[in-house]
């Protein structure tokens, strides 16, 4: 990790941003997004503020007691990289699936990229095909 002082503020506020995930606190976990977000990776197209909000209620009422994790966070100038685990059971309908009450565990690597001490742009790679078999919406590689 850098030291220097936006990536300590970058860091400072994904922080946050992580603790009012966990805590439930959507509106507080937005505040980390300028209000400009292009969000990629969670939709064939960029997710603007209204879609990032949309995909995070999605997500919250199909887990809605999730917890979100981060393994290691790298800083470089203006972007922060973290490897990050999501945490959770299957309470609610996601992506058509009705709930199943199984435990999940969804991985996944993000890139952020922040202005002003706010997230501008965001890329996210995350293990969906693992969450849909964890659902058992598919099964299993054989």
């Known amino acids: 990790m850098t030291t220097t002082a936006a990536g300590s503020r970058n860091e400072t506020a ?3 941003a ?18 400009g977000i292009r969000l990629h990776g969670m939709s064939p197209e960029p997710l ?19 917890h979100l994790e981060l393994h290691e966070t790298f800083s470089a100038g203006d972007r922060l990289t973290c490897r990050f685990t999501l945490t959770g059971r299957h ?12 435990d999940i565990a969804l991985s996944g690597i993000t890139i952020l990229h922040f202005q002003d001490g706010l997230c501008v742009e965001r890329w996210v790679c995350a293990d969906t095909l693992g969450l849909l078999v964890q659902l058992g919406a598919v099964p299993p590689p054989s």
């Open 48 to 66: 603007d503020a209204q879609g990032v909000r949309a995909a995070y209620e999605n997500l919250f009422a199909a887990f809605p007691r999730n």
């Open 18 to 35: 992580v603790e009012r995930w966990n805590a439930g606190d959507l509106d507080g976990y937005l505040e980390i997004y300028a209000e």
């Open 14 to 16: 994904l922080a946050r």
């Open 91 to 102: 309470d609610g309908d996601y992506m058509g699936i009705p709930a199943t009450g199984r």
